[in-house]
Nanobody, 115 residues
Framework: QVQVVETGGGLVQSGGSLRLSCVAS????????MGWYRQTPGKQRELVAS???????VYADSVKGRFNISRDNPKNTVYLQMNNLNAEDTAVYYC?????????WGQGTQVTVSS
């Protein structure tokens, strides 16, 4: 089993920044894909950004130029630096990691942007 824990959410004013962290832990696993998703009530969970073990990244159009995803492989950690936040970024953010055992999700962290 792989445990996934997100931290770093909170309340921020429009135009502000937050940094989310996600740590994967367990035994005998190897991470490949790591990604951040977000979900608001009544909507489907959507991909925000992802990064492969080789460092290739993908971003949703709505966050390009504002968000940056990075990872620390020895620490099994992925980060999401979010800048110039706006009200539309308000959501629960989930970390997803993919291993040879399959995908694992974190419990989510709330990000609220006040206008």
């Amino acid at each position: 089993q792989v445990q996934v824990v997100e931290t770093g959410g909170g309340l921020v004013q429009s135009g502000g920044s937050l940094r989310l962290s996600c740590v994967a832990s367990g035994s005998n696993f190897r991470l490949s894909f790591m990604g951040w998703y977000r979900q608001t009530p009544g909507k489907q969970r959507e991909l925000v950004a992802s990064i492969t073990s080789g460092g290739s990244t993908v971003y949703a159009d709505s966050v390009k130029g504002r968000f940056n995803i990075s990872r620390d492989n020895p620490k099994n950690t992925v980060y999401l630096q979010m800048n110039n936040l706006n009200a539309e970024d308000t959501a629960v953010y989930y970390c997803n990691v993919v291993t040879l055992r399959g995908p694992f999700w974190g419990q989510g962290t709330q990000v609220t942007v006040s206008s």
